[in-house]
């Protein structure tokens, strides 16, 4: 079966870096997104990854190593408005967008 | 500005009244997707429809019904809401060019069944 993993939950500090982890088992992979989700809100897309590598963009960069089937979203100097749902999503082999369950970003003053 | 644009964004039915959800954009683009997104769950892919290509996901129930009249609109219908349905109703689009497409939401319709 096809499989993405992100953890449930995670807290961080206004002002602090923050990494939210992924990794994913598909049937084919053509890659791999991270939108963003406040709450009562529709995802909003944040980056595209296809290649091995970090692509940076402002204050969130997105890796991705298709090796390890592991991709990670990097969130610096973090601000409230930052507090939100991050999904994880892979393009497989048929371009069948596969859904993480979303990772919730709690932000602390 | 070009967008996705779902109505009513809430929408309230009782059990078992018909209800249907619309959706337009001004993207031109080609793909249309509705989504069942339940709180703290990743998107469920209901139906997508590639121009007037209908394509229906193996696990959606019959209870749920789309139509596609033209390019910019989609509807979702609903036949017979059960509890189990209330949930926001995520409507997408992509441009359906080669490749891997990008899909933009609209702000969704949340739906709840009394």
């Known amino acids: 079966g096809q499989n993405i993993d992100q953890p449930t939950e995670m807290t961080a500090t206004e002002g602090a870096i923050v990494q939210i982890n992924c990794t994913y088992q598909?049937?084919?992979?053509?890659?791999l997104f991270w939108y963003q989700q406040h709450a009562g809100e529709a995802p909003t897309f944040l980056s595209y990854?296809?290649l091995d590598g970090l692509e940076e963009k402002g204050r969130f960069s997105s890796f991705l190593s298709r090796s390890k089937g592991y991709s990670y979203l990097l969130l610096k100097e973090l601000q409230m408005k930052d507090s939100a749902s991050y999904l994880c999503a892979v393009l497989d082999s048929n371009y069948q967008l596969i859904w993480g369950a979303g990772t919730k970003l709690i932000i602390k003053p | 500005d070009a967008m996705v644009i779902q109505n009513p964004r809430y929408q309230v039915t009782q059990f078992g009244k018909p209800v249907t959800l619309s959706c337009s954009q001004t993207?031109?683009?080609?793909?249309m997707y509705w989504y069942q997104q339940k709180s703290s769950q990743a998107p469920k892919l209901l139906f997508h429809?590639?121009?007037?290509?209908?394509?229906n996901e193996a696990d959606t129930p019959d209870n749920f019904q789309s139509r596609r009249p033209n390019t910019s609109f989609c509807f979702l219908d609903i036949r017979s809401p059960g509890l189990g349905d209330a949930a926001m109703y995520l409507c997408a689009t992509s441009p359906g060019g080669q490749g891997a497409d990008t899909q933009y939401f609209g702000p969704g319709t949340r739906l709840t069944v009394l």
């Open positions: 990854n296809v």
């Open positions: 598909t049937s084919g992979f053509n890659g």
């Open positions: 993207l031109n683009h080609n793909v």
């Open positions: 429809y590639y121009d007037k290509d209908f394509n």
